[in-house]
Every structure is written in C-alpha cells, then in structure tokens.
C-alpha cells in the first residue's frame, strides 16, 4: 500500500498490518532517524556530533545532507553573521520590540517578526538568487556573460521590475557588510572552495546597472549573501530560509532586551510625536432629515 492510498481505498481487504504499515509510511523522511535511545541526523548518531561539529555545520548537514569542509562552513558563517540584525528601524525588529510590550512572550513576539520577513522585507535575498540562477542559464546558453546579464536585466524591466533585488540601500550609502563579504568569497573561490561564477555574476549586474550613472546602485548584504548561497549551491528557498534563521537571533535579542527594559503598549513612535491625518476637517453629524433628502 504506497503512503497516498488510505483505508478506505482499500476497503475490507485492508488488514492490520496493512493499517500500520500505511502509518508508518505516512511521513518519510531523509533528515532523522529516531528509537528509543537513539537519534541520528542524516545518519550520524547525536552523541557523536555534539562538540564535534558547530551549529553552522549542522544547519548545513541539515538542509544539504552532508557535513560541510571548514571552508564551506566559514563562508556560510560569514553570511549569516552579517544579516542577524539591522536595528530597531527594521520591521521585523521593531514587531519582536512592540508585541513584548504588549505582552507576548519569547515565542509569540519571534513569530510575529518572522511572519513580516516575506517578499517586500525578507525576500530580497532570493528574488536576487533567483536573479543570478536566471543569468548563470542565460550565460551557459549564451557563453557571454555581459550579453547574458543585459538580456536578463532588459526581460525583467520589461516584465515590470522597478528595482533590482540586492543592489541598493535604503539607509547605507555603501552597505558596510558587502565588501568584506565579497572579499571572503572571492578568496574562497581563489582557493578553490567555490567556482567564483555566482561571484563575476554578482559583480557583472552591478556593473551593467550602473553603467552611465552619476551615482552608482552598490551591491547590498541581500546581493552580497545571495553570490555566497549561490556559489554554495543553496537553492533560493533555502536563502531566505537562512537568512530568517540568522535575522531570528535579532528578533530574540531585541525581544529579550526589550522585556528587560519594560513599557506597556509601546508602538512605533512616542506619542509626543503623533502622526499626520490626512482626512476631511471636523464637521457635524447631518441631522436624520438632511439624511433622508440627499439619500
């Protein structure tokens, strides 16, 4: 009986053992393996990879299979260092911050900032993996990564891109993460731990999209990151899923640090500074017979 079917499906034929054989198939599963007195990721007993391996390490064994080299592990590391916070300014930041003032726990002010990390705040990462993956295909077929990067960029804008993901910043003249990144990056694939493409093509678009500006666009962390998870083969899902895993140590200090504090019902701004209304002036409610003549 494959997992799909049910009992039903099989109707009064179905026997016990078919009933526990179908449960048991009901999940299946690469990642762990666990009996009584037992656990293995991906095959390696726990026991034997606690203090032996790091937790950057395990992440990797957990989403690729294998255990990284050290190298890999360093560069995927250094990725994920870079992106844990960005400040109180940051959505997602300032979510973790409001829900404990209004009373929310650890895990309920976590959920709410990570719910707020999807295409427009946490998605830019894989939208700029998604990007380069597009080019990398494009510069295979075409052997002209110049030509490659242009057809793309020009297909997008036509498509109705307005900005492209990963170059940019809305705080930063020059993102202050990006050039160390791309310098450890670039040494890894001096040193043979990655192939370099993902890096010429991060380099080549921000080129193409600066060529004839008086200001240039410099690549951002989410462009920086994105060359990283490429090179390492992540596919862009899993970019943004390790991108909310490494933000989600900033959510927790802030929630942390922001119980500490205290406050009640705190939101975005002192109340000394209001906001600005934008709707009609004061004005009296009609009386019911002015209602009933213009209804």
């Known amino acids: 009986m494959t997992p799909a079917a049910s009992s039903s499906d099989a109707g009064s034929s179905a026997t016990p053992e078919d009933l526990v054989d179908e449960a048991r198939q009901w999940w299946q599963t690469d990642i762990i393996d666990i009996h009584p007195g037992q656990i293995a990721l991906r095959g390696y007993p726990i026991e034997e990879l606690i203090g032996s391996v790091g937790f950057v390490d395990t992440i990797w064994l957990m989403l690729r299979g294998e255990l990284p080299s050290r190298a890999q592990a360093a560069l995927l590391e250094a990725a994920l260092v870079a992106s844990v916070d960005h400040g109180p300014q940051a ?84 993102d202050p993460r ?51 998870y490429c090179e390492l083969g992540l596919s862009p899902e899993l970019g943004r899923g390790v991108f909310i895993l490494a933000r989600s140590v900033g959510i927790l200090a802030h929630a942390s640090e922001q119980m500490t504090q205290g406050g009640r019902i705190k939101g975005p701004m002192p109340k000394s500074i209001g906001y600005t209304y934008t709707g009609p002036g004061r004005r009296s409610v009609p009386r019911d017979d002015e209602r009933r003549s213009t209804s």
Do not use: K, W
Request: hydrophobic share 40%; net charge negative; proline share 5%.
């Open 91 to 174: 959505p997602s930041i300032a979510i973790a911050r409001m829900a404990t003032t209004c009373g929310l726990q650890v895990n309920g002010a976590m959920a709410s900032a990570i719910n707020v990390l999807d295409d427009i705040h946490g998605g830019p990462g894989q939208q700029c993996m998604e990007l380069y993956n597009e080019i990398d295909a494009e510069r295979q077929s075409s052997g002209d990564l110049d030509r490659a990067v242009a057809d793309v960029l020009q297909r997008r804008r036509d498509d109705g891109m307005r900005y492209v993901p990963g170059f940019g910043h809305r705080f930063h003249p020059t």
């Open 178 to 228: 990006t050039p160390r990144l791309l310098s450890l990056v670039q040494a890894a694939a001096d040193d043979g731990v990655v192939e370099g493409r993902f890096t010429a093509i991060g380099g080549a678009v921000e080129e193409a999209i600066n060529a004839g500006r008086p200001r240039r666009i410099p690549m951002n962390v989410d462009g920086a990151t994105a060359v990283i």
